[in-house]
């Protein structure tokens, strides 16, 4: 037996209770997809980080560009999931070497993405070392109108953005020379995924709690059940599939949906009533309704009656 301990049981066990407790400014720590502090009466900053390691998180190898998007988009995914409008970021890149058209090409990219997200990098600090990329985030809003882990009610709607699996899928094809037109999109959801920026701003006072699936919809799902002390229950026949992951995965693209990360989409629970205002106010969502909030606790899956077993939980690290 491994005396190892999972990622979030040695986060609990070691870093839950440091510094003092109780301070007035911090209305968020640990435990959400970014920490809460209030800077002004009516202004909280919404701030989170996200390392990224070579052959951990991105191939080796892997274009500098495409680990700027994916580690930018990861990073922002966390603001998304509060309904934060981007702000600032730093950034910690350690390098085994500086080499001139690495740097160009990363930077590049990680340009390409401030801009798009209007985010500045104020900071950060360089060292020589094994690739390893940290972007810490920072975001406003309004204090109180964070969406967290921690409200879905009973009888609210589970819903979540865009399509699932698709990024999950790529894995497999990442060696693949001469990618077809649907490898081609899948990849294209691995390197480059959307942070949802926008849907966390058109979900901010509608959805009653809210994560952003970095980790897999069930992996996820469960954190937020958790933390909202109520039970998931997702009906697989429901789950948003694109064309490219049902026509390349087949059988597998349920599963894939369920269990396989680094979609980065928004996994959210709304009541009928602002599921019906939200709907209304943006017809051309990417939406999707895919179960149920009820009393009790966990994540079940359903295809119509049939109960899912379910064996795969979703990614952790140190497990
Ligand atoms: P996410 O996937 O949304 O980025 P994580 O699953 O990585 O969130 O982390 C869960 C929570 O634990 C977050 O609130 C995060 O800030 C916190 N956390 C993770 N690692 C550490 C650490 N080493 N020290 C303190 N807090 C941590
Ligand atoms: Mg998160």
Not at 110 to 131: H, P, R
Request: aromatic share 6%; net charge negative.
């Amino acid at each position: 037996m491994s005396d190892s301990l999972s990622e979030f049981e040695l986060i609990k066990r070691y870093f839950d209770k440091i510094g003092p407790a109780g301070s007035a400014e911090i209305l968020q720590g640990i435990g959400d997809d970014c920490a809460l502090v209030g800077i002004s009466a009516g202004e909280s900053l919404c701030l989170s980080i996200d390392t990224m390691v070579e052959g951990v998180h991105f191939p080796v190898g892997c274009a500098p560009d495409m680990i700027a998007y994916r580690a930018m988009a990861a990073a922002l995914s966390d603001l998304a999931a509060m309904g934060a409008r981007p702000s600032h970021f730093t950034l910690s890149l350690t390098l085994p070497e500086a080499t001139a058209p690495w740097l160009a090409a990363f930077s590049r990219g990680l340009s390409e993405m401030a801009d798009q997200y209007q985010i500045s990098l104020v900071g950060g600090d360089t060292t020589k070392g094994a690739l390893n990329i940290a972007l810490q985030v920072h975001g406003l809003l309004p204090t109180g109108t964070a969406m967290t882990r921690s409200g879905a009610k009973s009888g609210d709607w589970l819903a979540v953005s865009g399509t699932l699996g698709d990024a999950g899928a790529a894995l497999s094809l990442i060696e693949l020379s001469a990618p077809n037109f649907n490898q081609t999109v899948l990849l294209d959801r691995y390197y480059r995924p959307n942070a949802r920026i926008d849907q966390g701003l058109e979900l901010r006072g509608l959805a009653s709690s809210c994560i952003d699936i970095s980790d897999g919809l069930l992996a996820d799902a469960r954190h937020l059940a958790t933390k909202s002390s109520v039970s998931l229950s997702i009906n697989s026949e429901d789950l948003p599939l694109s064309a490219a992951l049902k026509a390349e995965c087949g059988d597998k693209a349920v599963s894939l949906a369920l269990s396989a990360g680094d979609d980065y989409e928004l996994l959210f629970t709304i009541s009928d009533q602002n599921w019906q205002r939200l709907i209304q106010q943006y017809p051309d969502n990417m939406y999707t309704i895919i179960g149920r909030v009820e009393s009790g606790e966990g994540v079940s899956v359903f295809s119509g009656d049939k109960q899912f077993q379910i064996t795969q939980q979703g990614f952790q690290h140190f497990e």
